[in-house]
């Protein structure tokens, strides 16, 4: 039984474009390169974790976030009004008619 499954794994392999033309022969060159592929992830490795060390922590969740603003019974502030600071801001400039100016042309 065993014999049909792996002739039929080994027929299989042959249809499929897995023949014995493709495998290569390992040689020092090949193992040089993949000493010095290995050798370049390393290195790239202890640098992407050196930055995640520097600056990855603080957006990956290790730290709390900063606690609200809290007022003097210690509740949370509310945020602030986004349509309060509109009123501080100056009227734009006019012309002699009273209609506002266009922006300058920055050409």
């Known amino acids: 039984m ?10 299989g392999a ?3 474009g897995l023949g014995a033309a493709n495998v ?3 040689s020092a060159d090949s193992l ?5 592929a290995k050798q370049k992830y390393d290195k790239a490795k202890d640098t992407f974790d050196k930055a995640q060390d520097a600056f990855g922590k603080n957006k990956s969740g290790d730290k709390n976030p900063p ?4 007022d003097s019974n210690g509740n949370p502030l509310p945020p602030p009004d986004r349509n309060s600071d509109d009123s501080n801001r100056p ?7 009273g209609k ?6 920055r050409n």
């Open 2 to 11: 065993t014999k049909k499954i792996l002739s039929g794994l080994l027929v």
């Open 14 to 16: 042959f249809v499929f």
């Open 24 to 26: 290569q022969i390992a």
């Open 32 to 36: 040089d390169k993949v000493k010095e």
């Open 67 to 70: 606690e609200p603003p809290k």
């Open 91 to 97: 009227e734009p400039p006019k012309d002699s008619d």
């Open 100 to 105: 506002p100016l266009p922006p300058p042309d």
